[in-house]
RNA sequence: GCCCAAGUGGCGGAAUGGUAGACGCAGGGGAUUCAAAAUCCCCCGCCUUCACGGGCGUGUGGGUUCGAGUCCCACCUUGGGCACCA
């Protein structure tokens, strides 16, 4: 419980006010009960209403919610109810992504079993998120460790692998040689492995793939209709899809051996090359590394460290001369063939020639390596040769080459790069091809606490897939997990089975599924959760696509790349409509919630850190509540356990209730930021709740009689609803939410009667219902409102009362404001110009001499020019 | 290393290329009260001025424009992602 909340707000609750005060616990468990008994947020098919999905990120069942949790959802909530209000059946399901690595390391740290662990935490993460109000169908509820989910998840594998979306291949994973087991990249710190503390290794493995690269070009196409998503997210999956058009030649070796094939991006610099280099897992590398000692360590040294991009980009650039030389096939030079540990395997084709005077990588290793530099273009300005840092002008930029072997001489690279490649056709010895960065997306994982991969090895028949009527493959219960490695591998019993083919005692597959499997078509399952086929195709029909997507931006490319995809493979196999090949309609990412982070030092000068709710403010700063130690403050951060920087969602609601909580994550900053949670922010949200709940009861009070002002007040609550549901729509909910103070203010002081009062006060409960959904109710209900506010429909404001009649212009000379002028709104453009000369400001400006210019723009502003 | 964002008062932030700082917090002053809390009213970017006013001001440096927080270029700092964390 947060003593410091409680405390802080204790005055609160003491006034001595007649008027019955502002009792969040009681009235939110009172509206809570009211909804469960009409059942209002069961997503129906019925009515004739159109329909909106609306979906927040589904969570990982750590055990307790935390306020990210709590921003995410009710961002969902606030469209869910609107869009309910607005006459639409809506789908607002939840559910949990519950495979995954930190379930087995509890299991391992603190034992007992990851499925008994998972459920316990997703049994309390919904008794902790019940009381926040959601509008959540719950009865759609299921966990991704579900054998009823993961079950389908492998009728929908098999289908893949019927339309060839699924293969096998080798593919490189982290290797820790001390505990004999493969390695997350999170369990690689600093090059080792985090238990044993070996350096890692790169090793390759036998694994299954989904045909992702299949797509490439479409998934990169249709971006351009994700009208409704991020565009930083769309460029983030366009990049990361990486589309490129290059050269595909192949280099002669002197020796007769069979030709090096390479692919570059900028053929216009093939003068440059000054060698050929091969990846270290090139065949070319392989053959070597069997016959040549020195060629094995080598290559033994480039394997070690992470698989990681950036662990491989930024490790220390090494290269070993193979000896082989090829032919330059326009000059006919000889360059040497090196093994260079920057070059992927995975991407072209596994090799290239350098050209270290217009790439960074390729003149550090030349210059390592005492390599000849070649320039074969100069800026047009500048004609010094390269020097430590490699020219790279864009694309776009025209350059001049030197004694270029297609002829050009002043041309822009993106020109050049065509030109080179049509002379190659021509000259029959390359070939201009598109290649994607995208890889193949491999989800076999060497672990327990994931989706079996429904598939048989038998020695007769090979690799066979399981029959669908013996789906699930379940997991077996009894595993050991106190050791590293895949218990499915050592269990004694589980692999042995028949095989569906013939028969004949056979092995299962061991490898479980990435969990990103289980989240790439988890909210098609919401659409009918409970079918026995994968999805029921009537019910996706209806409600897919997702209308609005909510959750972080940390999975802008991956999940949503890979969502993406599943959604057309499941067309494909038939589990989808057409409609539903781009799932998400319109996607936002939310930012997270961060908090001030308080630290103490030890004997030893370590950081020690403390929970807010231990904190105490004194004149002096901040201290510790217990002992009176001075506390150093450090800047906001995303909150963590380890900072301890974080604000029990538990806590805050029983101490403020629910609505206090929602209000605040809501207010304090833009969605799409991060928003920082402070102790006096929630407190200004919970008076403010108070004061509206102390300003409507004491409207509901008012006898009948009439006031004045009654058109002003409704003109501003006509404003409120047309800027609170542009905010709304938009995600502009800090905004909404400070036009409902403004509009609380104005519904405060005014002086109208009765009627106009109650009609604005219906209106203010109407226009937070989405946001305080349980205080609206019951202001709701104060005020006479018919039956529940989430029935109500929304309020439109009338155009008629939206305009003023009298604008405010302000007077610029030369972009500095000096004076400002009231005019009727549709004033002529030549009067406000004789005004705005008249007004003293200007008069000075000008000392009697005449404007260089006037700029009068209707409505908004005049600019002089002297 | 590569890709993508974000930087505005003491603080969170607002602002279709058109009055920078809405709204909220913190702070100051006042009303009410025996007193306090709660509540209500007023002030509140920085410098300068008794005041009127003037100057400066949206991470830094340039540019486009009658006019730039907003558009363009370069840089700095912070955050997200980099394919086995979810």
New binding site residues.
């Given amino acids: 419980m947060g003593n410091t909340a409680k405390t802080r707000l204790g ?2 609750f ?4 007649t008027m019955s005060r502002y009792d969040a616990a009681q009235i939110e468990q009172k509206w809570q009960e009211a909804w469960d008994k009409a059942d209002v947020f069961k997503a129906t098919r019925e009515g004739g209403k159109p329909k909106y999905y609306v979906l927040e990120m589904f ?2 069942p750590s055990g307790r919610i935390h306020m990210g949790h709590v921003r995410n959802y009710t961002m969902g909530d606030v469209i869910a109810r609107y869009k309910m209000s607005t006459g639409h059946n809506v789908l607002h399901p939840m559910g949990w ?1 519950a ?4 379930a087995e390391n509890a299991a391992m740290a603190i034992g007992g079993h990851p499925k008994e662990w998972t459920y316990g935490n997703i049994a309390d993460m919904r008794g902790q998120m019940k009381p926040l109000g959601l509008s959540i169908d719950w009865s759609r509820e299921f966990a991704t460790c579900d054998p009823e989910y993961y079950g389908q998840q492998q009728a929908l594998f098999l289908d893949m692998l019927d339309t060839g979306l699924v293969y096998r291949k080798n ?1 490189v ?2 290797w820790d040689p001390v505990d004999m087991t ?7 710190e600093q090059g080792r492995g985090w238990r044993s503390g070996a350096l890692v290794e790169r090793r390759e ?1 036998t ?1 299954w793939f989904f045909k ?1 690269s299949d797509m490439a070009g479409e998934l990169l196409d249709a971006i351009d209709g994700l009208d409704n998503w991020p ?3 769309k ?2 999956q366009a ?2 899809i ?1 589309k490129s058009r290059g050269l595909q030649f192949a280099f002669d070796r002197v020796d007769g051996g069979e030709a090096i094939e390479v692919y570059t991006t900028r053929p216009d610099t093939l003068n440059g090359a000054s060698f050929v280099g091969i990846s270290p897992d090139h065949p070319i590398a392989k053959a070597l590394e069997a016959e040549n000692a020195d060629v094995a360590a080598f290559v033994a040294e480039c394997r070690k460290g992470g ?4 662990a491989i ?2 490790a220390e650039k090494l290269g070993f001369d193979t000896g082989i030389r090829v032919k330059h096939p326009l000059t006919g030079a000889e360059l040497p063939v090196w093994i260079a540990n920057f070059i992927l395997m ?2 072209g084709t596994g090799a290239i020639f350098a050209c270290p005077a217009h790439d ?2 390729d003149l550090d290793f030349c210059r390592k390596y005492d390599l000849p530099v070649i320039d074969t273009f100069f800026a047009l300005d500048d004609n010094s040769p390269v020097g430590t840092e490699a020219f790279v002008p ?1 694309k776009t930029d025209k350059v001049r080459f030197v004694d270029h072997f297609a002829g050009l001489d002043i041309a822009t690279g993106e020109d050049a790069i065509d030109a080179t490649i049509d002379f190659a056709e021509k000259g029959g010895w390359g070939e201009g091809v598109t290649k994607f ?11 327990y606490w994931g989706c079996p991969i429904p598939i048989v090895h038998c020695d007769a028949c090979g690799v066979v897939p399981e029959k669908k009527e013996n789906l699930p493959i379940r997991l077996p219960d009894d595993v050991e997990l106190d050791k590293p490695g895949n218990p499915l591998d050592r269990h004694p019993t589980w692999r042995d089975c028949a095989c569906p083919s013939c028969g004949a005692d056979a092995k299962r597959e061991t490898d479980t599924m ?3 499997v289980d ?1 790439s078509w988890y909210y098609a399952r919401f659409t009918a959760p409970r079918a026995d086929t994968p999805t029921d195709l009537a019910d996706a029909e209806y409600w897919m696509n997702v209308d609005q997507y909510i959750g ?8 949503l790349l890979y969502s993406r995809f599943f959604a057309r493979a499941m067309n494909i196999t038939g589990h989808l409509p057409d409609s539903a090949k781009e799932p998400f309609d319109a996607l936002f990412t939310q930012g ?1 919630v961060t908090h001030e982070i308080y630290v103490t030092r030890d004997e030893n000068d370590r950081p020690v850190y403390h929970l807010p709710e231990d904190i105490e403010w004194t004149e002096n700063g901040a201290r510790l509540g217990a002992c009176g130690s001075p506390v150093e403050v450090i800047p906001s ?2 909150m963590s356990k380890s900072k301890k920087n974080v604000v029990d969602p538990v806590n805050i609601i029983s101490a403020y209730g629910a609505d206090t909580a929602r209000w605040f994550v809501l ?4 969605p799409e ?4 949670w ?1 102790a ?2 929630a ?3 919970f ?2 709740l ?2 509206v709940h ?1 300003i409507t009861a004491e409207i509901a009070e008012m006898g009948d009689a009439t006031g004045q002002g009654d058109d002003d007040l409704l003109r501003e609550m006509h404003k409120a609803i047309h800027e609170v549901t542009g905010g709304v729509e938009s995600f ?1 909910f ?2 909404a ?2 036009k409902l ?2 509009f609380t ?1 104005a519904l ?2 005014s002086k109208a009667g009765a009627d106009a009062k109650r009609t604005a006060a219906r209106v203010l409960a109407q226009l937070m219902a989405p946001m305080t959904p349980h205080l609206s109710e019951e202001i709701w209900q104060l005020l006479g409102g018919e039956g529940l506010v989430i029935h109500a429909p929304w309020p439109i404001a009338d155009p008629a009362m939206l305009v003023e009649d009298t604008v ?3 007077i ?1 000379v ?5 004076a ?1 002028i009231s005019v009727p709104k549709d004033l002529g453009k030549d009067e406000v110009e004789k005004l705005a000369m008249e007004t003293d ?1 200007v008069k000075r400006a000008l000392d009697g001499k005449a404007p260089k ?1 006037v ?1 009068v ?1 209707p409505g ?2 005049i ?1 002089v ?1 002297v």
């Fill in positions: 005055h609160i003491s006034g001595t006010a969570p990982y992504d495979f995954g690595m930190p593919a994973v982290n493969v390695l997350a990249n999170e369990q690689v493995l694994q992702i565009a930083k997210v460029l983030m990049n990361w990486g698989t990681t991009e950036e980009e930024t995975d991407y960074q990588r864009a960065r995208l890889r193949d997306w491999g989800l076999s994982r060497q672990r990435d969990t990103f989240s972080g931006i940390e999975h802008a490319i991956l999940h997270m951060a995303k207010s304090d900053s833009p930021r991060d928003v920082e402070t006096s922010g407190d200004a949200a008076k403010h108070n004061r102390r502009g800090n905004a939410i400070a103070y403004a203010n405060q002081k405010t212009l302000p610029q030369n972009g500095k404001r000096r400002e400001a210019k700029i723009v908004r502003i600019n020019v």
